[in-house]
């Protein structure tokens, strides 16, 4: 009798993997997880006057991706008639889903056109007071991003925004200013997105804006890559410790939230099994998320990148770190997408790596003629899922088990005139990606990694920075002219891993499907 059940479960489990249905399912994480879509306030809404991020600063032709003219001019277009991601519409699309999560950031330019030195705009508030309203009538938790890049413009013009102690300031009035009017319906704040790439773009590359950089990282009027990158990320560092201090001395109390930051964690792998590669691979950690987690948690920078740096590290002072020792975070956010090589660049010769340059590495997606894994739309980011299992377990180890969030994991499909609207909407390239993630995560999650979240990036196709409109990340297709929305087969994958369905199809007598859970 034993042997028969063995013998059917067998081969029901190798039907669920000729069908192409995922061997991962809701059950295998915990049952307050929550399961969301993620997006930024710039890149899924109208363009906002006031802000600054791609202003044509940032489109020099020797910005790393040479951005082409016509992208641009259509990105321009398409924007004007871009509608706000508030719409009744997009929350039912959520609802629909099945989320029990939304991640998006408040344009801080909508809030304070002029930062510190001007009014609340009473229009901004009441919009992300709609959104909320209706994120949590339909009991979706609102996750928060305060600041997804995108700064006042006044502040840039100003002081020289990130580059200026005096953006700490701005930073935490604007932070209270999102504690007090919303922070009665919000349980979930990031401070920041991943400061670990995005200063690096704007000051090291100068591909985005402000567009500053120097030789040999880039080629910008303005700008040193070898200095401004930490000073931009140390006013960074500070600015989130006053933030959590704000909501913890005078918010957190009787709202009742999380405060955490978010961080790209790209894994990383020796390009050869060399002494220097493993050690370019400690170095690519440390000047990757470490960077700012190590202060935050540890209360000070990593010594690779102070060994590297030397005098162009900031110093923290005996005050400051005693600040950072007694603020820290509640939580920690992850945004992995893709793992590379890396290979030595102190006792090697290299070409200057657009992200690692500054660890002295070098970052490849191939080996000896072999890809790291399948290629995805987006040419920096390649489909490795033992990458996700990876990260997690070192930031874990590194970290003391901090409970941590993935903030945002995707796909994007690359655009060009030859693909079609039907082309889009048969992803399946994105269920293998995000099957295969989940699976990774649910063994890290299985191994004892404190993981309470997953946000697909993203509701819908949008505003991929550099590459525009380009690059498709979206579980619903947008219809860029019309604003049509139209679901991709992610939407029902993601649908049915939800509500358990996907296995639920095989089995509808509950018991088998327990019996299935226990094999
Ligand atoms: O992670 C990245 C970008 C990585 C990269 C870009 C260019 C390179 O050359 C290398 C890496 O952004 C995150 O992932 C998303 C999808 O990209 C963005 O839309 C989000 O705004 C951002 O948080």
Same mark, same amino acid.
């Given at each position: 009798?034993?042997?028969?059940?063995?013998?059917?479960?067998?081969?029901?489990?190798?039907?669920?993997?000729?069908?192409?249905?995922?061997?991962?399912?809701?059950?295998?994480?915990?049952?307050?997880?929550?399961?969301?879509?993620? +997006?930024?306030?710039?890149?899924?809404?109208?363009?906002?006057?006031?802000?600054?991020?791609?202003?044509?600063?940032?489109?020099?032709?020797?910005?790393?991706?040479?951005?082409?003219?016509?992208?641009?001019?259509?990105?321009?277009?398409?924007?004007?008639?871009?509608?706000?991601?508030?719409?009744?519409?997009?929350?039912?699309?959520?609802?629909?889903?099945?989320?029990?999560?939304?991640?998006?950031?408040? =344009? /801080? *330019?909508?809030?304070?056109?002029?930062?510190?030195?001007?009014?609340?705009?009473?229009?901004?508030?009441?919009?992300?007071?709609?959104?909320?309203? &209706?994120?949590?009538?339909?009991?979706?938790?609102?996750?928060?991003?305060?600041?997804?890049?995108?700064?006042?413009?006044?502040?840039?013009?100003?002081?020289?925004?990130?580059?200026?102690?005096?953006?700490?300031?701005?930073? +935490?009035?604007?932070?209270?200013?999102?504690?007090?009017?919303? @922070?009665?319906?919000?349980?979930? /704040?990031?401070?920041?997105?991943?400061?670990?790439?995005?200063?690096?773009?704007?000051?090291?590359?100068?591909?985005?804006?402000?567009?500053?950089?120097?030789?040999?990282?880039?080629?910008?009027?303005?700008?040193?890559?070898?200095?401004?990158?930490?000073?931009?990320? $140390?006013?960074?560092?500070?600015?989130?410790?006053? *933030?959590?201090?704000?909501?913890?001395?005078?918010?957190?109390?009787?709202?009742?939230?999380?405060? @955490?930051?978010?961080?790209?964690?790209?894994?990383?792998?020796?390009?050869?099994? %060399?002494?220097?590669?493993?050690?370019?691979?400690?170095?690519?950690?440390?000047?990757?998320?470490? /960077?700012?987690?190590?202060?935050?948690?540890?209360?000070?920078?990593?010594?690779?990148?102070?060994?590297?740096?030397?005098?162009?590290?900031?110093?923290?002072?005996?005050?400051?770190?005693?600040?950072?020792?007694?603020?820290?975070?509640?939580?920690?956010?992850?945004?992995?997408?893709?793992?590379?090589?890396?290979? #030595?660049?102190?006792?090697?010769?290299?070409?200057?790596?657009?992200?690692?340059?500054?660890?002295?590495?070098?970052?490849?997606?191939?080996?000896? @003629?072999?890809?790291? &894994?399948?290629?995805?739309?987006?040419?920096?980011? $390649?489909?490795?899922?033992?990458?996700?299992?990876?990260?997690?377990?070192?930031?874990?180890?590194?970290?003391?088990?901090?409970?941590?969030?993935?903030?945002?994991?995707?796909?994007?499909? *690359?655009?060009? =005139?030859?693909?079609?609207?039907?082309?889009?909407?048969?992803?399946?390239?994105?269920?293998?990606?995000?099957?295969?993630?989940?699976?990774?995560? *649910?063994?890290?999650?299985?191994?004892?990694?404190?993981?309470?979240?997953?946000?697909? /990036?993203?509701?819908?196709?949008?505003?991929?920075?550099?590459?525009?409109?380009?690059?498709?990340? @979206?579980?619903?297709?947008?219809?860029?002219? %019309?604003?049509?929305?139209?679901?991709?087969? +992610?939407? #029902?994958?993601?649908?049915?891993?939800?509500?358990?369905?996907?296995?639920?199809?095989?089995?509808?007598?509950? +018991?088998?499907?327990?019996?299935?859970?226990?094999?």
């Amino acid at each position: 009798m034993a042997a028969a059940w063995l013998v059917v479960l067998l081969t029901v489990h190798r039907l669920l993997h000729l069908s192409g249905v995922s061997a991962v399912d809701r059950s295998q994480f915990p049952p307050d997880f929550l399961f969301g879509t993620s +997006s930024s306030a710039y890149q899924a809404r109208r363009r906002n006057l006031h802000s600054t991020m791609l202003h044509n600063k940032s489109l020099s032709e020797l910005c790393f991706f040479r951005l082409k003219a016509d992208i641009w001019r259509v990105t321009k277009v398409s924007a004007t008639g871009m509608s706000s991601l508030t719409s009744k519409e997009d929350i039912e699309l959520m609802h629909s889903l099945g989320v029990n999560s939304y991640r998006f950031s408040i =344009s /801080w *330019a909508r809030i304070l056109p002029k930062g510190r030195f001007g009014d609340v705009n009473p229009d901004g508030v009441a919009f992300y007071n709609a959104l909320i309203d &209706g994120l949590v009538q339909k009991g979706i938790q609102p996750f928060v991003t305060i600041c997804h890049y995108d700064i006042p413009h006044e502040l840039d013009e100003r002081y020289g925004g990130w580059l200026s102690p005096e953006i700490q300031k701005d930073f +935490s009035y604007f932070a209270e200013v999102c504690f007090k009017l919303f @922070g009665d319906r919000i349980k979930f /704040w990031t401070t920041f997105n991943q400061p670990n790439l995005s200063i690096k773009f704007s000051y090291m590359d100068g591909f985005y804006s402000p567009g500053r950089c120097s030789e040999p990282f880039g080629k910008c009027a303005l700008g040193n890559s070898s200095i401004e990158p930490y000073i931009a990320g $140390h006013n960074i560092i500070l600015s989130h410790v006053n *933030a959590v201090s704000v909501y913890r001395n005078k918010y957190q109390g009787k709202q009742g939230g999380q405060i @955490g930051i978010a961080l790209s964690i790209t894994w990383y792998e020796p390009f050869r099994n %060399t002494t220097i590669d493993l050690l370019a691979v400690k170095r690519a950690l440390s000047f990757g998320a470490s /960077w700012f987690l190590d202060p935050i948690l540890l209360g000070d920078y990593p010594t690779e990148m102070r060994e590297v740096l030397g005098q162009s590290l900031p110093k923290f002072t005996s005050k400051q770190k005693k600040r950072l020792q007694s603020t820290k975070l509640d939580f920690i956010g992850l945004n992995h997408y893709t793992t590379c090589y890396v290979k #030595d660049c102190i006792f090697s010769p290299c070409e200057i790596d657009p992200v690692n340059a500054d660890a002295r590495v070098f970052s490849l997606y191939e080996r000896d @003629g072999v890809p790291i &894994g399948k290629a995805t739309g987006a040419p920096f980011f $390649h489909d490795v899922p033992r990458g996700m299992e990876e990260a997690v377990t070192y930031y874990k180890q590194r970290y003391n088990n901090t409970p941590t969030y993935i903030t945002e994991n995707g796909y994007s499909q *690359a655009s060009n =005139s030859n693909v079609t609207a039907k082309d889009f909407t048969n992803d399946t390239g994105r269920i293998t990606y995000i099957q295969g993630y989940l699976t990774s995560l *649910a063994s890290a999650i299985r191994k004892g990694a404190d993981v309470r979240g997953y946000f697909v /990036w993203s509701l819908l196709d949008d505003f991929e920075w550099n590459f525009g409109y380009t690059l498709r990340f @979206g579980l619903y297709h947008v219809h860029y002219k %019309t604003l049509k929305r139209t679901p991709k087969l +992610s939407v #029902d994958w993601y649908r049915k891993f939800l509500t358990g369905s996907l296995l639920r199809r095989k089995f509808r007598d509950e +018991s088998q499907l327990h019996k299935f859970n226990s094999y």
